[in-house]
């Protein structure tokens, strides 16, 4: 019997039958067309928007926002600006988002307004610096937090933190791997235990206020001077606890209705974060004083044993419930980037396949784990937090002023909804101009990320641009894609 020619890839049609050049059957069928469903509801969407930006932020950069704002009032005045800050931007990518209906979030966005060089850029340093980053601050927040009650009042030593970070990154990785539908049931449970987490600090702190409290907000602006450097790092933190109202936008193509879905969720979910993050912070100041907030780890920790005793033990419970949400929602929609920057020919082929019965990009979301790993054995959380901040409001900046060019650039281009110009223009200038000031106040962070980023060029060119490469190495991707394929039970989406 003479074999059919060897394909680049297996199709659902040839997995399904064995037909992988003579070999014996993998599976015997598939259920249904192999594709990415359509499963984001509006409440999924709220949930992955709030379960995405609720998560260490608030119970972490409290003191990096205070040690650089410079005192009580300004701390609260950097909390509620990073609010509005992010709900312009949040309105910006709604716009974007109804009117670019692909999922890739600010990859897609950089892609159709700046063209592909500038979006492999994007997706070069998303896969080796921010994404990684990202999950593994809020990775080591989780590791932390849970075993808060088992050392309570002792030092929690590094490596039982490390050890537990790995088995919560791993075990979200399985679970992204396993089932959209279990992952997005599973996001709206920690949602609601992030609602909680936040209702345990905010309405004893109210009451504490109403009770006459206010001892800590006397002289709330009393500093000789604000310090100005200080203050995009302040911003940074700020708008660290704030980010996760773009993820939405990364999972645009599995959204029901996305033209009516992202804005209401955009808009419903911020003005919920808002509130409760400023009323959170007002609360921590009715039981600590500013000196007391710096010298704390877990300042929402602190709060708890000073205001509630022995059921202080369940705050640091439901913030690692908060944190294992985010690194949920954050793992389910960063996948998608690299997923549709594979579609778009910048990453491995395999990126882009999605399983034969999970339906779920397997080999998208599983990519980040080696990274991400490797990232919880460098640097501090801070030092992490303001790298990671540089490169991702850089790039955010950029998207929104592609959303300003595509307006003069398509004009024709369908826009269920549409944010007046000067929202995007004020978000757009305050991303790059934080970035800007960050290369005096933190420049060996900065130049890190700077670094890093400009090796997408050079990489662009050598992995994309270059057409002509050997034979040999073109055999040895489609082989190792094949192999993969069989490994992983993935086809190309049809």
């Not at 984001?40 to 990096?64: D, E, M, N, Q, W």
């Not at 396993?178 to 702190?205: D, E, H, N, Y």
């Not at 022995?310 to 793992?331: D, E, H, Q, R, T």
């Amino acid at each position: 019997m003479t074999r059919r020619p060897v394909a680049t890839t297996i199709s659902s049609e040839g997995y399904a039958k064995g037909d992988l050049n003579g070999t014996l059957p993998i599976v015997s069928t598939t259920t249904g067309k192999v594709e990415l469903k359509k499963k984001v509801t509006l409440l999924r969407g709220i949930s992955i928007i709030i379960g995405t930006i609720i998560g260490a932020g608030i119970f972490i950069s409290p003191k990096g926002i205070l040690q650089n704002s410079g005192s009580v009032g300004m701390s609260l005045v950097v909390w509620t600006a990073c609010g509005l800050l992010s709900l312009f931007g949040a309105l910006s990518y709604a716009e974007l988002g109804t009117c670019i209906k692909k999922s890739g979030g600010h990859y897609t966005y950089i892609l159709e307004a700046f063209g592909p060089q500038a979006a492999f850029v994007k997706v070069w340093v998303d896969l080796f610096a921010i994404r990684p980053a990202a999950t593994a601050v809020i990775s080591l927040a989780f590791g932390q937090h849970i075993l808060e009650p088992l050392f309570m009042p002792c030092g929690i030593p590094e490596l039982p933190i490390k050890i537990v970070t790995t088995i919560g990154i791993t075990s979200v990785m399985y679970l992204n791997s396993m089932s959209v539908s279990w992952t997005a049931r599973i996001q709206i449970f920690l949602t609601f235990c992030k609602l909680v987490a936040i209702g345990l600090i905010v309405i004893p702190g109210m009451i504490q206020l109403f009770k006459g409290e206010t001892q800590n907000f006397h002289n709330a602006f009393g500093v000789n001077e604000v310090p100005v450097m200080g203050l995009p790092l302040a911003f940074y933190s700020g708008m660290y606890a704030y980010a996760g109202w773009f993820y939405l936008n990364f999972v645009t193509e599995e959204v029901e209705n996305p033209e009516k879905t992202i804005p209401l969720a955009i808009c419903m979910s911020m003005g919920i974060v808002t509130v409760g993050y400023v009323l959170t912070n007002v609360a921590y100041y009715t039981v600590m004083s500013a000196e007391e907030v710096l010298a704390s780890e877990a300042v929402a920790v602190t709060f708890a044993e000073k205001l509630m005793g022995k059921f202080s033990v369940a705050v640091p419970i439901f913030v690692a419930l908060s944190c294992f949400g985010s690194m949920n929602g954050g793992v389910f929609a960063v996948s998608r980037v690299f997923y549709v920057a594979s579609r778009e020919g910048h990453l491995p082929e395999i990126l882009s396949m999605i399983h034969i019965r999970k339906h779920t990009p397997l080999p998208a979301v599983i990519i980040l784990y080696p990274v991400t790993i490797l990232m919880l054995f460098m640097g501090d959380i801070y030092s992490l937090l303001n790298f990671l901040s540089f490169v991702r409001w850089l790039f955010i900046g950029l998207a929104v002023v592609g959303l300003i060019y595509l307006r003069y650039k398509r004009p024709e281009m369908p826009r269920p909804f549409k944010v007046p110009l000067f929202i995007p223009a004020l978000f757009s200038f305050t991303c790059l101009f934080m970035v800007a000031l960050s290369l005096y106040s933190d420049p060996i962070n900065t130049g890190i990320g700077f670094a890093i980023t400009l090796t997408g060029i050079p990489a662009y060119y050598l992995f994309i641009a270059w057409d002509k490469k050997p034979q040999i190495f073109q055999k040895f991707m489609k082989s190792m894609t094949r192999i993969l394929q069989i490994i992983l039970e993935v086809v190309p989406a049809e």
